[in-house]
């Protein structure tokens, strides 16, 4: 049975001050939470080292929210895999519809990206997801397979069974839409199909895929009792410590 996951996203928010305190909350009420799911907290660069060591000894992975695929050198305002590592994080978030949007990253980018991250054994969140006209013009099936193909080529069974899905539907992130439990539903059972096409049936039933979207506490149970639904990667309801716990508390 695969162990639900709870990450948060926190994007361009929290200054170092404010990354404390939203840290400290979650991590006290943590303690009163019997917690069987795997939590996931994504500060800005600027917060991880700091957050690192606030949460050492607990249950909460550090990840990042981007990387870029080269070791080192002339590449002003990028951060490398073993940076990340530096300073405690044992994920990273890549392939975010803002990052393919609002900094054009392609298919092949991310693609280096994921292949540099799992080289360097950390673990990747890959997110895919359609538009809302791409949804509308029925091609959400093949725009996901072409993001899936494209973005885990040559990523062999080895390095892939360190990589968890995440769809976030681009039309339901930070919109307050968010996709029924049905169609996220028929989404994710689709990309199990397509992964145990490429790979094979065990690595596909052992690969978690979570929704994103504007999770909140009021529609987290129900997305989160589907089948193939195996945690959230969230936004908004992740830079305040009750709502995020509220989450935690549901998947558990």
């Not at 926190?10 to 990354?19: D, I, R, Y």
């Not at 949804?135 to 885990?152: D, M, P, Y």
Request: aromatic share 6%; with cysteine.
């Amino acid at each position: 049975m695969r162990t639900k996951v709870i990450a948060g996203n926190w994007k361009m928010n929290k200054n170092l001050n404010e990354s404390v305190t939203l840290v400290s909350e979650i991590k006290n009420g943590l303690t009163s939470l019997n917690c069987s799911s795997e939590i996931i907290i994504c500060p800005p660069y600027t917060s991880l080292e700091t957050v690192n060591s606030l949460i050492k000894n607990t249950a909460i992975n550090l990840g990042a929210q981007n990387m870029h695929f080269e070791d080192s050198g002339a590449f002003t305002g990028e951060i490398s895999a073993d940076m990340l590592k530096s300073v405690g994080c044992n994920y990273v978030i890549l392939g975010h519809s803002e990052r393919r949007k609002i900094f054009l990253e392609t298919d092949e980018v991310i693609n280096e990206k994921i292949n540099k991250a799992l080289d360097e054994k950390l673990k990747v969140i890959f997110c895919i997801g359609e538009t809302l006209t791409e949804r509308e013009s029925k091609i959400t099936f093949k725009v996901l397979e072409e993001q899936i193909v494209n973005g885990l080529n040559n990523i062999s069974d080895e390095k892939v069974v360190n990589l968890t899905v995440a769809y976030e539907p681009v039309w339901a992130i930070g919109t307050g839409k968010t996709a029924s439990p049905e169609q996220a539903q028929e989404v994710h059972e689709f990309i199990r199909k397509l992964i145990a096409k490429l790979y094979s049936n065990n690595i596909s039933q052992d690969m978690k895929i979570l929704y994103g979207g504007s999770v909140k506490p009021g529609n987290a149970a129900s997305l989160l009792s589907q089948a193939d639904i195996d945690g959230a990667l969230i936004g908004g309801a992740c830079l305040k410590a009750d709502s995020f716990l509220e989450i935690i508390k549901i998947a558990g």
